[in-house]
C-alpha cells in the first residue's frame, strides 16, 4: 500500500475510534477499509500520435461499465484504478479514431498509439479531467476544422477576440477582447511554448504582443482562459491568456506558395532534417522559413516585406528526460498610410467641440479616397530573435518537473502621426524607437497522488523575467526624421517575480481548485526603482453531473499590468491596481452532436491605466465590466461542421451614473461563426463571418466607433502529397473599418484643431491562390 494510502487509513482509524463504541466494529470497519483500497487495480499507460510519435495530452480514457475516466497529461501518461483484474479501456481524442484496449496486467505499463482520423461530435465526451482547461475542446475543434495561414487566423480562432491592424501590416495588432480595448496585448498574456510575447512598458503601449515571427504551419495546438483564474499566469492575464505550442515533430515536409491581389506574395517551407530511425528513437529536428510581401490596398504602397525563420529540436533523453531547443527570428519593414480623419474622406461626420458637445464637420477642402494617405513619411521596421531551452523530467512517484529558459533581442522603429498640424505647423510627425533584451525562466514541480479513482494535484511553480531597454525615446521630428525634441527619453530596467502554489482535488464528479501567486515587481526608469508584491488567490470549482453536463466556477483576484513610467510617476494612483473576477459558466451536450459553452461573468478593476491624447498614461479609475459568452458546435453532418460565439459585455467606469462613464472602443457585442466542411475526397474549408457591433468612440459616449460585418471563404482541396487553395478576404466587398480612434487632428489649410474620430479602412475583396507539396 502506498504511503498516501497509510495516511489516508490512519486519519480514518482515529475518527472510527472516537466514533465506535465496540471493539468489534472497529476491526470491521478496517478490514472492510483495507479490503476495499486493497481490491482497486492501477493501470498505468501513455498515449502517442501514431505518425509523429509524440504524447497527446488531454485524451480521454474511460473504462468501460465501471464509469471511470482519466485525461492524460503533458507527457501523455494516465493513470486509473478499476475494480477488476483486465478492462476494457476506451481512448477519445479530437482529431483522432477512437480505440478500444484491452488491459489485462495492472503491472504492466502500457503504451497507445492513436492514428488520425474524421472528426466526430459524436464521440467527444465532456471530461471531468479537464481542471481549468474548460475550453480545450473548443479550441482542438476549431484548430482541426478551420484552415489558417497566418498569425491573425490563429488570434481569431479564440471566440470573442477581434484584432485590428492601423499602422501597416509590421505593427502588433489592437486586441479586443471581454469588455477591453487591449490596446496591443495590455490586458491579455500572450505566449508561444511558455516564453512571454507581451512586451513589457514597450515605447508603443504596455504589453505590446507581436506574433508576426510566429509561423503558422508549425503550431500544434493552442490554449486559452478567460478571466484571472490561473495561478501560473501573471501579468498581462486580466481579461485572460492565449498560449501557442509549437510542433515537436512533423507529419511530413512541405513547400507552398500564395499569390493574391496587391501584389500579395508568400512563400513558406517546413522541412525536416532527420530520418525516421531518430524519429523511432524520440530525436526530432525541422526547421521552418517564411517570406511576405504585401502593396496592400492603400494609394500609398505599403511594401510590407517580412522574413520569418524557425528550428526546433527535440530529443528523448532517456525514459525519464526530455529536452528541447527551439529558435525564431523575423524582421519586417514597412510604409503606412496611417489613421485617416473622417472629414477627410467625406462631409457631414460628427466632431466635439471644447465643451464635448457634438457637432457636424464640413467635407475637408482637399478631400481624399477610403485609401488615401495624408502623410507619406509614415511606416517603421523591426525584428526579434528568440531562444527557448525546455527539459520535462519524470521524477518517479508522479512527480514531474517542467524547467525552461528563454532569451529574445528586440528592435522597434515606428513613424507615426495621428494630429499632423494640430500641435505645431511642423506637421506632428512623431518617431518611437526601443531595443531590448530580455530572458527568464519557467518552472514548475508537479505531484499527482491517487486514492482509488480521486486525484489530487499539487503544483508550486516560479517564472521570472529580466527586460533591459536601449535607445528607449518618444520623439518629435522632421518629415525626413530630423530631431526635434525628445516626448519621453530613458532606458527602463524591468523584474517580475513569481511564485505560485496549486491544489487540485477531483473527487468523483466535483473538483476543486484553488491557489495562490506572488508577483514582485521592481521598476527602474532614469535611475528611479519603484517596488511593489502582489498577491492573488485563486478559486474554482467544477461539477460534472454526466458526460454531457458540467457546470463551472471560477473566482480570482489578477491585476492591471502597467508601465514602468507610469508605475514610478504615478506613485498616488496605484502601481499595480487589482483585478477581481468571476465567471459561472457551463459545458454542455444537449444532444450527442451539439458542443455548448456559456458563462456569464464580472470583472472589477481597482484602476485602469489608458494613453491620452498626447501618447502619456494616465488614470482612468475604476472600472467594472459584465457579460455573457456563448460558444455553439454542431455537426450537420460527417463533413459539415456550423459554429457560433456570441459575446456580449457591459463595460463602464464604476463610479459613472447609468448610461454614462463610457470606456472608449470596448467591444460590447462580438460575434463570429460560419460554415466548415471537410469531405473525404479531400475537398476541405469553411465560410465564416465576424461580427462587431458600433460602440462608443470616447468616454462620454459623444462619438462612435462603426461596427462591421465582413465574411471570408476558404476552399482546398487536400491529397496526401500536395494542397490547391483559395482564400477570399471580405468575400462580399463590405465597406469597412478595421480600426477607428478619437483623435485630435488639424489638417493642412485648417484653421484650429478639430476633435472626432479617425479610421483605417479594412481591406475589400481580396482573392489569394495556395500551392503546397507535401514529402
Do not use: C
Not at 593 to 611: D, G, R
Not at 646 to 667: F, I
Not at 669 to 690: E, P
Request: hydrophobic letters at 35%; glycine letters at 8%; aromatic letters at 12%.
Amino acid at each position: 500500500m502506498r504511503p498516501a494510502l497509510f495516511s489516508l487509513a490512519a486519519i480514518i482509524i482515529f475518527i472510527l475510534m472516537l466514533h465506535l463504541k465496540k471493539p468489534v466494529l472497529l476491526v470491521a470497519a478496517i478490514i472492510a477499509m483495507i479490503q476495499a483500497v486493497s481490491a482497486q487495480k492501477i493501470y498505468k499507460g501513455k498515449v502517442i500520435d501514431q505518425i509523429t510519435l509524440q504524447p497527446v495530452e488531454y485524451a480521454s480514457v474511460r473504462a468501460g461499465a465501471s464509469g471511470n475516466s482519466a485525461a492524460t497529461d503533458r507527457l501523455g501518461n494516465f493513470q486509473i484504478s478499476l475494480p477488476t483484474d483486465t478492462a476494457t479501456l476506451q481512448i477519445t481524442y479530437i482529431g483522432y479514431t477512437t480505440k478500444l484496449i484491452k488491459a489485462t496486467n495492472a503491472n504492466k505499463r502500457i503504451t497507445i498509439s492513436l492514428s488520425r482520423g474524421a472528426i466526430d461530435l459524436k464521440e467527444v465526451q465532456i471530461s471531468r479531467n479537464l481542471n481549468n482547461a474548460s475550453f480545450h475542446t473548443l479550441s482542438a475543434l476549431d484548430l482541426n476544422l478551420r484552415p489558417v495561414n497566418s498569425s491573425q487566423d490563429l488570434m481569431r480562432l479564440v471566440p470573442g477576440l477581434f484584432i485590428a491592424q492601423h499602422m501597416g501590416g509590421g505593427k502588433a495588432e489592437q486586441i479586443f477582447v471581454r469588455g477591453f480595448d487591449a490596446d496591443h496585448g495590455t490586458d491579455l498574456n500572450v505566449s508561444v511554448d511558455g516564453m512571454p510575447v507581451n512586451m513589457v512598458s514597450h515605447i508603443h503601449g504596455q504589453g505590446y504582443a507581436d506574433l508576426h515571427f510566429m509561423i503558422p504551419e508549425t503550431i500544434a495546438d493552442f490554449d486559452y482562459g478567460k478571466g484571472p483564474y490561473y495561478t501560473d499566469k501573471g501579468d498581462f492575464a486580466t481579461a485572460g491568456y492565449l498560449n501557442f505550442t509549437t510542433k515537436d515533430a512533423l507529419d511530413n515536409s512541405m513547400v507552398g506558395f500564395e499569390a493574391g491581389r496587391f501584389n500579395t506574395f508568400r512563400g513558406v517551407a517546413v522541412l525536416n532534417l532527420l530520418d525516421s530511425t531518430a524519429k523511432k528513437n524520440g530525436e526530432n529536428w525541422y526547421i521552418a522559413g517564411e517570406y511576405n510581401y504585401t502593396d496592400g490596398p492603400f494609394t500609398f504602397t505599403e511594401h510590407y516585406k517580412r522574413f520569418n525563420a524557425f528550428s526546433k529540436y527535440t530529443k528523448q533523453l532517456n525514459a525519464n528526460n526530455k529536452l528541447s531547443l527551439s529558435a525564431s527570428a523575423f524582421t519586417t519593414t514597412w510604409r503606412a498610410s496611417g489613421e485617416i480623419p473622417e472629414r477627410a474622406v467625406a462631409g457631414g461626420t460628427t466632431a466635439i467641440d471644447e465643451n464635448g458637445n457634438p457637432y457636424i464637420v464640413p467635407e475637408y477642402a482637399n478631400p481624399i479616397g477610403r485609401f488615401g494617405t495624408i502623410d507619406s513619411a509614415q511606416g517603421g521596421k523591426t525584428s526579434r530573435f528568440n531562444f527557448i531551452a525546455k527539459l520535462n523530467t519524470d521524477l518517479g512517484s508522479n512527480l514531474s518537473l517542467e524547467n525552461e529558459a528563454y532569451y529574445t533581442h528586440y528592435n522597434f522603429l515606428l513613424h507615426v502621426n495621428t494630429s499632423f498640424f494640430a500641435e505645431d505647423s511642423l506637421g506632428g510627425e512623431q518617431e518611437q524607437n526601443q531595443s531590448r533584451d530580455m530572458f527568464g525562466y519557467n518552472g514548475k514541480l508537479s505531484k499527482r497522488s491517487y486514492l482509488g479513482n480521486n486525484v489530487l494535484t499539487s503544483t508550486v511553480g516560479l517564472t521570472t523575467r529580466f527586460d533591459r531597454t536601449y535607445g528607449t525615446y518618444r520623439a518629435d521630428v522632421t518629415e525626413d526624421y530630423q530631431l526635434l525634441d525628445y516626448i519621453e527619453l530613458g532606458n527602463i530596467k524591468q523584474n517580475n517575480t513569481g511564485v505560485y502554489l496549486d491544489e487540485t482535488l477531483q473527487a468523483g464528479k466535483w473538483l476543486f481548485n484553488a491557489g495562490a501567486r506572488v508577483d514582485y515587481f521592481n521598476f527602474n526608469f532614469q535611475d528611479s526603482t519603484q517596488t511593489k508584491t502582489v498577491i492573488s488567490p485563486k478559486f474554482n470549482i467544477q461539477y460534472t453531473a454526466s458526460d454531457q453536463v458540467q457546470f463551472y466556477l471560477k473566482t480570482g483576484k489578477g491585476f492591471h499590468s502597467n508601465n514602468a513610467i507610469a508605475a514610478i510617476g504615478n506613485d498616488n494612483l496605484g502601481i499595480v491596481p487589482a483585478a477581481y473576477g468571476a465567471d459561472l459558466g457551463l459545458n454542455w451536450k444537449p444532444i450527442p452532436h451539439l458542443y455548448i459553452n456559456a458563462a456569464v461573468w464580472y470583472l472589477y478593476l481597482q484602476e485602469e491605466f489608458v494613453y491620452d491624447d498626447d501618447g502619456d498614461i494616465v488614470a482612468s479609475g475604476k472600472t467594472k465590466r459584465y457579460g455573457l459568452d456563448f460558444s455553439a458546435r454542431y455537426q450537420l453532418t460527417d463533413w459539415l461542421f456550423a459554429d457560433v460565439n456570441v459575446n456580449l459585455a457591459h463595460p463602464r467606469l464604476a463610479d459613472s451614473a447609468k448610461n454614462t462613464g463610457y470606456l472608449a472602443l470596448a467591444p460590447t457585442f462580438t460575434s463570429t461563426g460560419g460554415l466548415d466542411f471537410k469531405l473525404k475526397n479531400g475537398i476541405n474549408g469553411g465560410l465564416s463571418y465576424r461580427y462587431l457591433h458600433s460602440r462608443p468612440g470616447n468616454n462620454t459616449g459623444t462619438l462612435t466607433a462603426d461596427g462591421y460585418y465582413v465574411t471570408d471563404l476558404k476552399i482546398n482541396y487536400t491529397q496526401k502529397r500536395y494542397e490547391v487553395g483559395l482564400t477570399i478576404e471580405n468575400l462580399f466587398n463590405t465597406k469597412w473599418n478595421e480600426f477607428e480612434a478619437e483623435e485630435v487632428s488639424q489638417l493642412r489649410g485648417e484653421t484650429a484643431p478639430i476633435d472626432q474620430m479617425s479610421f483605417t479602412p479594412g481591406t475589400p475583396f481580396a482573392a489569394k491562390v495556395r500551392v503546397a507539396v507535401f514529402f
